[in-house]
């Protein structure tokens, strides 16, 4: 059984670009969140989906977009790129809103942004 | 505003017993999950609590004062591989809120 996966492990962009990273769920799961995790600090909330729907958003600017598929895989984009956007960017995955569900976390996507 | 307090590091001496404090501060609490996060690596899920009082894992025991706001991670027989950050987080009307993590060290 396949845990939640996310592609590409890392990726160097420029500022001003534009960058998609891509999360498979956990078998089974059908909500997926996605993290901003900055160099020794705690995961933040960006944005979590379920069916195909942005359901709940932290306190990211609009440049930050989501996506989930109908087989419940999830993309995150990021346009106009800043230097601060440089990040572990995290995918979890879980049965429902993950209010108290536990949530599975993928290995993430390291942006770096020059 | 939501926000989680823990302490940045602690050290520990292999075998010994570690507990780690998390205070919080969120709007329409839910409960207190516990993630570890080794370097380089996902958080991993630990421990969840939602109802007052002591939750018991192997090693791992979390507990939770919803009056007081306040959780903590005990962490038993400390071995070499417990080394790597211990995050609290609330869950409420955001899934979850993290706190900025505890980097436990295990000494021999």
């Known amino acids: 059984d396949a845990g939640v996966t996310q592609s590409p492990t890392h990726l160097i962009k420029t500022r001003g670009q534009q960058v998609t990273l891509r999360c498979s769920p956990k078998?089974?799961?059908?909500?997926v969140s996605w993290y901003q995790q900055a160099l020794g600090q705690g995961p933040q909330f960006i944005f979590q989906y379920y069916e195909e729907e942005e359901r709940q958003r932290g306190n990211f600017p609009d440049r930050f977009s989501g996506h989930q598929f109908p087989n419940y895989s999830s993309e995150l984009n990021v346009n106009a790129l800043l230097l601060g956007d440089s990040a572990l960017y995290l995918c979890?995955?879980?049965?429902?809103?993950?209010?108290?569900?536990?949530?599975?976390f993928g290995p993430g996507t390291r942006l770096t942004v020059l | 505003g939501q926000s989680l307090e823990q302490p940045s590091e602690v050290t520990a001496v292999e075998g010994a017993i570690v507990q780690i404090n998390c205070t919080y501060q969120?709007?329409?609490?839910?409960?207190l999950s516990w993630y570890q996060q080794h370097d380089g690596g996902a958080p991993t899920f630990l421990s969840y609590?939602?109802?007052?009082g002591l939750e018991e894992t192997g090693r791992f025991s979390s507990f939770l004062s919803r009056s007081d706001s306040y959780g903590y991670l005990l962490l038993q027989e400390l071995q070499m591989k417990d080394s790597a950050s211990y995050f609290c987080?609330?869950?409420?009307?955001?899934?979850?809120?993290f706190g900025k993590g505890t980097r436990l060290s295990v000494i021999a």
């Open positions: 987080a609330a869950s409420g009307n955001t899934p979850l809120v």
């Open positions: 969120t709007s329409g609490f839910y409960g």
């Open positions: 979890a995955s879980s049965l429902g809103s993950g209010r108290g569900d536990e949530q599975f």
């Open positions: 609590n939602a109802l007052d």
């Open positions: 078998s089974g799961h059908d909500t």
